[in-house]
């Protein structure tokens, strides 16, 4: 149609080292949810 | 319906047109004729005509990507609620748990005060009932081990690990045993699978630069190189482990040479079995003040990383980054988020273990908990929506205000600590967009227009 993604709208679930965020509070999203609401486990070291 | 103050519209280096939205961090290609249509929709989206399928469909990918909203909708409202939700939600106990502050490497730039201090008996568990009491409110408890260097004390990291777990399931907690980072020089194939026996299946491991670059940089107290070791060692652990993520530190001292790690990586058939990143050497504790002169900060660092992306997608490497929205900066904002000592102190960041004037308070020891626990305000008073450059600025949804270590240092009424977004996003997007059309050419991950469809 004319748009592609190159990726979809949603919220980093990890800002955290090693920490989940889960991400069930559906009425604060702006965008739905990649992960569709599941627990994810990103390595997200790079912070540091 | 209005158009979001957080949109970007650019070109990318083979002239695709592209579309970003910084609250959602939804990033999308599109043809010509489609942007004219989407900047007409914008422009006046309460009188433009979305009277065909095709413009309603349109429409609905503004709205999906944040890019269009409803009216009255105020962006800098969302960005704070979800900021607090989640910074002050303390159903997520996260520990970063320090086993020691030991150090098998003498590295030239290294932040951390060099004490010899190591987690006693007594303190392992004096943790584990900080940990017990803790998970009794809260839903997930995942840990990050760190150091010194954590595997010098494996056998602490076994033991934690095996209680934590214990704790978790006796409570009904989700358990996320996390990652390691861990200078290398000990992970040979045998630790590697006891981590990965652990859970423990993610590391980060510094390199340099080239041989002779790192072996300059990251020393063993004799003044020998790691290199080799380190590289044997990766090759050992990289079909155990899930994740080995390569950290290449950055300044002004390695920056032409950097690059050549990859090299190196390429040569040992590691090439996308690890992943790379570039990062920058930071003088922000007393401990490294001398190195001050050779760190590249804002713009300079972020042209540098532009630089480095650049040449290791020349070579075949995809070490783009991406701009995803944030709800905060990192677990130092984080009410339910701690860094462990080896000696039980607490720390909100990890500049910070064994720099006990700036700890927030104690495992096991009520008065030194009451005497830290006024630190804990400061960080958790810390707010970017204070700050009125952040409010006014359009990078704060992937910037948060930035590092609240270095924010809290800069002591500004007015701005935050920038992060290197501020200075190369639209850049950076670009790369990560040749990237991806790059690393999809034989999938058709991403659809790249025609020059017929651009048009």
Known sequence: MGWE???????????????PYVCDNLELQVAPCPLKGEVCQVECLQVH | MKSSRYNRFFDAEDGTRLAYNCVTSGFATLTEKKY???????????????????????????????????????????LKVRNRSVRFDPRQFTLTVLTTLNCNF????????????????????????????????????ATSWYGGEPL????????????????????????????????????????????????????????????????????????????????????????????????????????????????????????????????????????CANIAGSCLVGQEYADLELQLTRQALAKGFNVTKYPRTKYHYCQADHVNSFVVGPDGYLYKCWSDPGNIEEAVGHISDPARYQEKKKNVF???????????????????????????????RANSHTKGA????????????????????HTSQNTKEVATPTREERR
């Open chain 2, 106 to 141: 003498r590295c030239t730039y290294c932040y951390e005060a060099r004490k010899n201090i190591t987690m006693s008996a007594e303190t392992e568990k004096a943790l584990i009932e900080f940990a017990r009491k803790k998970c009794e409110n809260a839903d997930s408890f």
């Open chain 2, 152 to 287: 010098l004390r494996m056998d602490a990291i076994a033991r934690l690990r095996e209680e934590f777990g214990k704790i978790c399931e006796a409570n009904g907690l989700k358990y996320f045993p996390g990652g390691i980072v861990t200078n290398g020089y000990l992970l040979t194939r045998s630790v590697g699978e006891k981590l990965r026996d652990m859970g423990i299946e993610t590391a980060q491991v510094t390199l340099d630069g080239p041989k002779d670059v790192h072996d300059r940089r990251r020393l063993l107290p004799n003044g020998k190189g790691t290199f080799d070791r380190i590289m044997e060692n990766l090759c050992q652990t990289v079909d155990c482990l899930k994740t080995i993520s390569i950290r290449v530190n950055t300044d002004k001292t390695n920056a032409d040479r950097a690059v050549e790690v990859l090299d190196a990586i390429e040569e040992r058939g590691l090439k996308g079995k690890v992943s790379v990143y570039f990062a920058k050497v930071m003088s922000n504790t007393a401990a």
């Open chain 2, 36 to 78: 004219r249509q989407v900047q007409e929709m914008l422009a006046s989206p309460d009188t433009y005509r979305f009277n065909t399928k095709a413009k309603k469909e349109l429409r609905d990918k503004l709205l999906q990507g944040g890019f269009l909203l409803q009216n009255g909708m105020d962006e800098l409202d969302i």
């Open chain 2, 418 to 437: 920038c992060d290197d977004w501020k200075f190369n996003l639209l850049d950076m997007l670009k790369l990560y967009y040749a990237g991806r059309v």
């Open chain 1, 5 to 19: 993604w190159v990726e979809l709208p949603g919220a980093d679930p990890v800002t955290v080292p090693g920490q």
């Open chain 2, 378 to 408: 400061k960080w958790l008073a810390w707010d970017a929506f204070e700050k009125e450059e952040c409010r006014e600025c359009d990078l704060l949804p992937v910037c948060m205000g930035g590092c609240p270590y270095m924010g809290l």
